[in-house]
């Protein structure tokens, strides 16, 4: 691909959106800008989002980019675990272990990095959006993936915060009030409700998903049956509910914000073939995060020479 010509004063904002495994695809995004000479100069992410945000503006993404893609479906479910608490199935020593061996070191502060940051978290108490500038990225980080009955919530200044994914999916708005010129916005929920369904029934007669062996894995550990989609008329499981309700959410939320404050080029890799707690399907979803970015190269074009 060819470089697009950008006029230099511009501030380019780049929402990365919640999406769980799906996120993957930022990757794929954020090389394949970089191919065409797009850098962004404000970062803002919510839920993983917030997650490859931070490692991109921490100088880690090739790391971390050749760590997903040599994840399996054995490693992804020794990041889960139960715990007495019941507050969440991750094992949070693993995952604490690494976020910072790949995404940001523990004790970097938000403000040391060139690039300008955040991360949109929930305050649990009062349900207000929370963007997160200041203080430790690493922190940052978990208060926006803190999807409930996942990950525990965390305390930041005396309150707990919760998924951000819960008010701002995209975080298109925290782009525009931090000075972005231009924003490229990446949704990776676009084509999940109502076509995932269909796809992933034709996928599960041949293929067990990830979710099955950490289904295997809880069930030896609790007796609790967290089952993928199949082919049956039986009652959805808990964690089929779960997971579909946590996509409905997302994106309806999605769409009345993105109608509300919509980017200068939206970005919608497809992605409903990718399960929510698909991980090892990395390189399927940096892959189709490029192959976006260049189906997108027209309009990408015609809005940076409007900038010239």
Not at 25 to 30: L, R, S, T
Not at 69 to 88: D, E
Not at 166 to 177: D, K
Not at 186 to 207: A, E, F, Q, Y
Request: hydrophobic content about 40%; charged content about 25%; aromatic content about 6%.
């Amino acid at each position: 691909m060819k470089n697009i010509n950008i006029n230099q004063n511009l501030k380019i904002g780049l929402a990365l959106g919640s999406g769980s495994s799906r996120g993957w695809a930022h990757i794929g995004v954020i090389n394949a800008l970089a191919d065409i000479g797009i850098y962004p100069n404000i970062i803002c992410g919510t839920s993983v989002g917030a997650l490859i945000g931070a490692s991109y503006v921490s100088n880690r993404i090739d790391k971390l980019e050749k760590w997903a893609c040599s994840f399996t479906k054995i490693k992804t479910a020794k990041y889960f675990k139960l715990n007495k608490s019941m507050n969440g199935l991750v094992n949070t020593a693993r995952f604490h272990k690494f976020l910072d061996e790949y995404v940001v070191k523990d004790e970097a502060l938000i403000e040391d990095f060139s690039k300008i940051y955040a991360s949109v978290s929930t305050e649990l108490e009062s349900g207000k959006e929370v963007w997160l500038q200041k203080g430790k990225m690493i922190e940052a980080v978990w208060a926006s993936i803190a999807l409930p009955g996942l990950f525990p919530s965390i305390k930041i200044n005396d309150k707990w915060h919760i998924d951000g994914a819960l008010v701002n999916p995209v975080p298109v708005s925290v782009c525009r009030a931090l000075g972005a010129d231009i924003i490229i916005a990446v949704d990776l929920n676009s084509d999940i409700v109502g076509k995932s369904k269909r796809k992933k029934i034709k996928k599960s007669v041949k293929n067990e998903s990830v979710t099955d062996k950490i289904s295997h894995f809880v069930k030896d550990s609790a007796g609790l049956v967290l089952s993928n989609l199949n082919i049956s008329n039986k009652t959805p499981s808990s964690f089929e509910a779960i997971s579909s309700s946590v996509n409905i959410v997302h994106n309806s939320i999605t769409r009345i914000r993105l109608a509300l404050d919509p980017p200068d080029i939206i970005l919608s890799p497809k992605l409903s073939h990718i399960g929510l707690l698909d991980f090892h399907r990395a390189k399927e979803a940096i892959n189709e995060g490029k192959r976006c970015v260049k189906r997108m190269l027209p309009e990408i074009n015609y809005i940076f020479e409007k900038e010239e």
